[in-house]
């Protein structure tokens, strides 16, 4: 049996018409080692950014309907560009929208969640000896509406593909090497990792590293799909592998450090303190769509009988938070609701940090050595992180990077080569 690779590259990698020539190069190299090749493809350069710039130019709030219409346009482009790229090499290939392969979402629109794939289309023409473009980042309800997955989704829709064809690897090729201990714009000598865990690259990629989109390492983890990022622009290199934390060698408490800069942070004041009012707040909110990341809900003290709320958005959701929060301020008779946007979440991530007590205080101090306020804190098994002013992030994640060792000359090659999956 053959086996299956899905590859993914994203609009940098796709930017123009000879980056498209390129990626058909490295398509059909994979072709031919003898596998089938399924390839995703996001929208070309910043498309994506250039639609939304363009709806909210018509209006501040397009519908959901539309805007999916408007902006599953751009991987349109790309699809059938590189199908034809491939084709000029004198190989098969065949290009597909999620609505032709049948990539079932739920009904809901800007981010909707994958519930199906449709595998017999793409199994006969895999058969057929043809390789298959498909646009990443749409999907297709029961009724035939067009959605989209949220900002970043082809990632998601690469490794879902995998998972659907069982697939022996999905490679998504960007514009950087692999994952790295941290942003290398922040922290110029930040390391490659050779390999990091699903649950580690998911907290990372939660905390505000742009390298995957979350729902793709989630779908990989549940699935078990090799991941592997790597750069479209240095194909031999193997990048990062993404696997199960069970296979590997744990040295290091700390494998990342990410600041997230597109928080808002919402403090609702003085709620009664009685049963209920948490659940009316975020059961309101979760109707909305809106995520909650960070929830802090203070000690109600005895002379007000009161708690402040206080929770982290994504800053993209505010008008809409507090449109929704203003619509029960008098049912769950609270006093202000207050926002800031000028914040940022440092998060330091790492499997290494389970019973490994010391790891928190270590990072509080060295905020703290630097004289930056800690506004909220929250904590996983393998994370732990801080709401801080966006002016400190970049100084927090460069002490934290020190702090933890992770520059490239203090990282020891202790793993040695990876398998060449
Ligand atoms: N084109 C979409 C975006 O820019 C999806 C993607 O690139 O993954 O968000
Ligand atoms: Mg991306």
Do not use: W
């Not at 995703?40 to 018509?58: N, P, Q, R, W």
């Not at 084709?87 to 290009?95: C, K, P, R, T």
């Not at 194909?235 to 592998?241: N, P």
């Not at 996983?380 to 460069?398: H, P, Q, T």
Request: charged fraction near 25%.
């Amino acid at each position: 049996m053959r086996k299956v690779i899905v590859q993914k590259f994203g609009g940098t990698s796709v930017a123009d018409t000879d980056k498209i020539k390129n990626v058909a190069r490295t398509v059909v190299k994979e072709k031919e080692k003898g596998n089938d090749v399924v390839v995703v493809v996001s929208a070309m350069g910043h498309t994506t950014d250039y639609l939304v710039k363009m709806a909210k130019e018509i209006s501040p709030a397009p519908s959901g309907r539309e805007l999916d219409m408007l902006l599953s346009t751009g991987e349109g482009v790309s699809i059938a560009l590189l199908a034809m790229a491939i084709q000029s090499l004198g190989y098969e290939a065949v290009s597909f929208n999620a609505m032709q392969v049948g990539i079932l979402t739920e009904n809901v629109h800007s981010k909707a969640r994958i519930v199906k794939i449709e595998t017999d289309k793409l199994k006969k023409n895999l058969n057929e000896g043809k390789i298959i473009v498909i646009a990443g980042f749409q999907g297709v309800t029961s009724d035939g509406e067009i959605t989209t997955l949220g900002r970043g989704g082809s990632d998601t829709s690469a490794v879902a593909l995998a998972a659907a064809l069982n697939a022996e690897r999905c490679d998504i090729y960007t514009d950087v090497e692999g994952v790295y201990t941290t942003d290398p714009r922040v922290v110029p000598n930040a390391s490659k990792l050779k390999e990091v865990s699903y649950e580690e690259m998911l907290e990372l990629a939660h905390a505000g590293a742009n390298v995957l989109h979350p729902r793709s390492v989630e779908t990989a983890k549940l699935n078990h799909v090799p991941l592997r990022v790597r750069s479209s622009f240095k194909t031999d290199d193997l990048g990062t592998l993404i696997v199960g934390v069970n296979n590997m060698e744990i040295d290091k408490p700390v494998t990342g450090v990410a600041a997230d800069l597109s928080q808002a942070r919402i403090v609702v004041c003085d709620v009664p303190d009685i049963p209920g009012q948490a659940a009316k707040i975020f059961s309101k909110l979760a109707h909305e769509n809106i995520s909650v990341d960070m929830i802090i809900q203070s000690y109600a003290r005895k002379v007000s009988n009161t708690n402040d709320i206080a929770f982290t958005i994504e800053a993209a959701d505010t008008d809409k938070a507090l449109e929704t929060l203003n619509q029960i301020k008098t049912s769950i008779n609270c006093g202000d609701i207050l926002v800031n946007s000028e914040i940022a979440k440092v998060s330091i991530i790492g499997a290494g940090m389970i019973d490994r007590p010391g790891i928190a205080s270590a990072m509080f101090e060295t905020l703290a050595k630097l004289g930056i306020n800690i506004k909220m804190i929250s904590t996983s098994e393998i994370k732990i992180s801080c709401l801080v002013d966006k002016a400190d992030a970049e100084k927090a994640v460069r002490a934290l990077h020190e702090e933890f060792g992770l520059s490239a000359n203090t990282i020891a090659d202790v793993k040695g080569d990876l398998p060449n999956l």
